[in-house]
């Protein structure tokens, strides 16, 4: 029964304890037990609050014996990605250089886990601060991918992916600034919602502001939905929340899809793009095709990649500046190197004026999105142009062998105008790696993103490996 519980989806488990043929207590010591034996090959988690999470998990079989759960997600082990505030535990950030006091508060999503009665019992990886979409950091080292632990789990929230893909609890909270969420989703073989911005609320404010959403990372769109029905309330402290509503995403999956008209884009623009990851998304969207939907291939995005991709990065590096203003230069070497130098190369790069045109270039991308989604229901691309990659390299070499640093070019467009972008995996590569479609739609159309993707994923269903620390 250990071995079973920990490959169980959040959903599974929850049908389980109501019919007391399994409890919380179980699941959470069978958690354990393979984190103590799969985390030091696979680095997913910072911090694990075994005590914490045991006495939680037998106020959560109580309330199950009782017959009054507090939800569906009652009982379940769930990680927080150390970006996010969890009381009790310090906020590192993945940085040398952050004040290690603990937390004195939860994070909107962290709390409304717990009330839900979900045990938040790990901390897992990132980059440092997010900087980057893989994850390895001088304060905590490298995360490996449990498909293969030679490569990348993808990033910032590199140990969520890892963490849930390796059976080390069935729900994971990430951020996602410009990919996070999703390109490690891809990696790892999950289901990684990017909502609407605003629909999760966050605090405390982040380094990159409106750019920064957080999200459910989980094995399938179901658990995803379960997670949103907790996650996204409002919450005070979030300014740039959107209000309430009456969205039931567990409900919406069972929409039936009624012809949606989907474009399917393969590239950005003239970047690289690996020939298997092309095939494998093509066959998605074919796929898609079959389950109703009319899918049309369209030859390039609504407003030129390149000029976007410029907005995005001149709002992500002079955003990263202010990290030069916050800790004193005497401790700047303790920096990863590759955020140091972006840091620096903002400061000398960047004017004022850049900055107010990549604004002005935004609000252009946004709009050119929003009437892109008058008339597509929907968008699929890849969710990453590579397969995952060696780790301890911030980029993929190329076919030059130099760095291709355009490995990534569809998550942040998203991140710039706000719309919901999901990633769903699509099979494995010829290498046993996941490639992930991503799937985009207009403004609040979040519980449909997640119906989609749960369509397509009940159809073509991935199995997840068993034991990641055999694969070194």
């Known amino acids: ?59 959560s079989e109580r309330r199950w014996t009782k017959g009054q759960a507090l939800s569906p997600i009652d009982g379940v082990p769930v990680s927080i990605k150390e970006l996010v505030r969890v009381k009790g535990w310090p906020a590192s950030m993945g940085s040398k250089l952050t004040d290690k006091t603990a937390s004195d508060a939860d994070a909107p999503a962290a709390a409304r886990l717990r009330e839900a009665g979900a045990i938040v019992f790990a901390q897992s990886t990132s980059s440092e601060f997010g900087h980057k979409g893989v994850t390895d950091t001088p304060l905590n080292g490298v995360t490996r991918n449990p498909w293969n632990t030679d490569v990348t789990p993808g990033g910032s929230s590199g140990g969520a992916g890892a963490a849930v893909a390796a059976g080390l609890g069935p729900l994971a909270i990430g951020t996602d600034g410009g990919g996070s969420v999703r390109i490690p989703s891809s990696f790892n073989g999950l289901v990684g919602l990017k909502a609407t911005y605003g629909r999760v609320p966050n605090w405390p404010p982040t380094l990159n502001g409106d750019f920064s959403n957080t999200g459910p990372m989980c094995r399938t769109a179901l658990d995803c939905a379960l997670m949103m029905n907790v996650i996204a309330r409002p919450d005070p402290r979030d300014p740039t929340q959107l209000p309430s509503d009456d969205t039931d995403y567990v409900k919406a999956l069972k929409h039936k899809l009624k012809k949606p008209r989907i474009a399917f884009l393969l ?73 140091l130098a972006g840091a620096k190369a903002a400061r000398e790069r960047y004017s004022v004026k850049d900055v107010v045109e990549a604004q002005a270039v935004r609000r252009e991308v946004a709009v050119a999105w929003n009437l892109f989604f008058e008339t597509y229901d929907f968008l699929l691309t890849p969710t990453v142009g590579v397969q995952p990659f060696p780790v301890l390299k911030n980029a993929p070499d190329g076919l030059d062998g130099k760095p291709n640093f355009a490995w990534s070019p569809y998550t942040a467009t998203f991140n710039l105008t706000r719309h919901p972008a999901a990633s769903v995996p699509c099979g494995l590569s010829s290498a046993g790696l996941p490639v992930g479609l991503q799937i985009v739609a207009g403004h609040f159309k979040d519980a449909a993103v997640l119906a989609l993707a749960h369509a397509y994923a009940e159809a073509h269903p991935l199995k997840f490996p068993v034991l990641p620390e055999t694969k070194q």
């Open 1 to 59: 029964m250990t071995h079973d519980l920990t490959q169980m989806t959040a959903t599974h488990l929850g049908k389980l304890y109501a019919r007391g043929k399994a409890s919380p207590v179980e699941t959470m010591k069978a958690v354990l037990a393979r984190t103590e034996a799969v985390n030091p090959v696979l680095n997913a988690f910072c911090k694990v609050d075994t005590e914490e999470a045991l006495r939680a998990a037998r106020a």
């Open 267 to 339: 590239r950005m623009s003239e970047h690289p793009l690996d020939i298997e990851v092309a095939a494998m998304v093509t066959k998605a969207a074919k796929q898609v095709e079959k389950l109703g939907c009319k899918v049309e291939e369209i030859d390039a995005p609504p407003f030129p990649h390149a000029d976007a991709g410029k907005s995005f990065v001149t709002h992500w590096l002079t955003n990263s500046a202010r990290l030069l203003d916050i800790y004193p230069e005497a401790r700047w070497g303790e920096f990863d190197p590759n955020l």
